[in-house]
């Protein structure tokens, strides 16, 4: 059984037990949170597609960790006119673990 599920903008296909990086979510860690923006679930032959959500279907994750990915080097140079500009960027996330998809 898996389902695709939309949270910060993107969509992941997800299934009992993956752990998986989604951009930040204000709750702690350890906390449970309930993902109801679900997409599609299918379960061996049965497939339930939603307009654009399945009614009723919702994913329960577990918090995992807060954290920032590692940092991005952003380079802007323009040869011979003395211009170099330096930017850095760590991309906040929080890592989920699936404990269960629901079907409504």
């Given at each position: 059984?898996?389902?695709?599920?939309?949270?910060?903008?993107?969509?992941?296909?997800?299934?009992?037990?993956?752990?998986?990086?989604?951009?930040?979510?204000?709750?702690?860690?350890?906390?449970?949170?309930?993902?109801?923006?679900?997409?599609?679930?299918?379960?061996?032959?049965?497939?339930?597609?939603?307009?654009?959500?399945?009614?009723g279907g919702k994913v329960t994750a577990v918090v995992r960790s807060q954290g920032r990915a590692r940092k991005v080097n952003i380079i802007k140079f323009r040869?011979?006119?003395?211009?170099?500009?330096?930017?850095?960027?760590?991309?906040?996330?929080?890592?989920?673990?699936?404990?269960?998809?629901?079907?409504?």
């Open positions: 059984m898996y389902a695709v599920i939309q949270t910060g903008g993107k969509q992941y296909r997800v299934s009992q037990g993956d752990k998986l990086r989604v951009e930040r979510l204000a709750v702690d860690e350890g906390a449970e949170v309930e993902l109801d923006k679900v997409l599609m679930i299918a379960d061996g032959d049965d497939l339930k597609v939603g307009r654009p959500f399945v009614e040869r011979r006119k003395h211009h170099l500009k330096r930017q850095g960027h760590r991309q906040a996330f929080t890592e989920l673990e699936i404990t269960g998809i629901q079907a409504a």
